[in-house]
């Protein structure tokens, strides 16, 4: 999958940009980046980066301002109904609550069942067959298909939510925080199932989280967006290691380690920006320690600072991890 100078811009009601023009909502601003197949590319970022908006608009769950997706070298974006239809069971997402993902009104078979049948006609038998090896391949019974979701805990919830993005065999995986809703003593457990589910079908997964662990355990390669913008990606071990961008910095000297002390902790300083009125030049500078007048002024391209390692910088060269 390859996405463009993908941006998702939505009206901002009541309030004025600047030189009293409408404002708008820059939620995502000019994105783009591939992933590969059988690769697992995390997305981070503070909550309001625009994570979730982007996985959205992946999948067309929100219409794009502007820009270009491409799964297997097609347009999705441009597709006729039909067309689209065809491919829906290519990319398919995880959401972060099963509770509210999951209709409580149907049993786990219809709900596994709506997927296959949306994309293409399916025998009775063949159907069956699909989805008790789906719940099989999640660690739940095939007897479980006559349930309701109230009946099951949050971690089996999500499991079936796993269930329901695999049944079409995707090429394309989006997680969206797969295990912030559920109990921190099944997380590692969901994390291992969707290794295990990559391995088997050879997917290519689109991880969303805020938690640089969970990062750094599942995915290859690490992005990281702020106000919108994509400020730096590359292999995962390079850019949590050696990272080149001042944010990535802050994210990363913000996680608390085990017996480190409280006052120890470096977080980053100031406010987010409003996404209707973004300050000029790069995004980050009204909170960066190495920001100077070209920062305010420029917007910084996202540029080669190592092997397929990029920063969007202007002093990326200077940016240390412990300076």
Known sequence: MEARNLAVYFPAEGERGIRGRSGFVRAVDGVSFSVFPNETLAIVGESGSGK?????????????????????????????????????????????????????????????????????????????????????????????????????????????????????????????????????????????????????????????THNIDVARYMSDRIAVMYAGKMVEIGETRTVLNNPKHPYTVGLIRSVPKLGQPKDTIVGISGEVPSPTNPPPGCRFHPRCYLASEICRSQIPALRQTGAGHLSACHFAEKVELWA
């Open 52 to 208: 979730t908006t982007l996985g959205l608009a992946l999948l067309l769950l929100h219409h794009h301002t502007q820009g270009t997706v491409l799964l297997d070298g097609k347009d999705v974006l441009n597709l006729s109904k039909r067309e689209l239809q065809k491919m829906r069971g290519m990319f398919q997402i995880v959401f972060q609550d099963p509770n509210s993902s999951l209709d409580p009104r149907m049993r786990i078979r219809d709900i596994l069942a709506e997927p296959l049948l949306v994309v293409d006609k399916i025998s009775s038998f063949e159907l069956e067959s699909k989805i008790e090896r789906s719940l099989e391949m999640v660690g739940l019974q095939p007897s479980d298909k006559y349930r309701y979701p109230h009946e099951f805990s949050g971690g089996q919830k999500q499991r079936i939510s796993i269930a329901r993005a695999i049944i079409t065999t995707p090429k394309l995986l989006v997680l969206d925080e797969p295990t912030s809703a559920v109990d921190v003593s099944v997380q590692a457990q969901i994390l291992n199932l969707i290794k295990n589910i990559q391995n088997e079908y050879r997917l290519s997964y689109l991880l969303i």
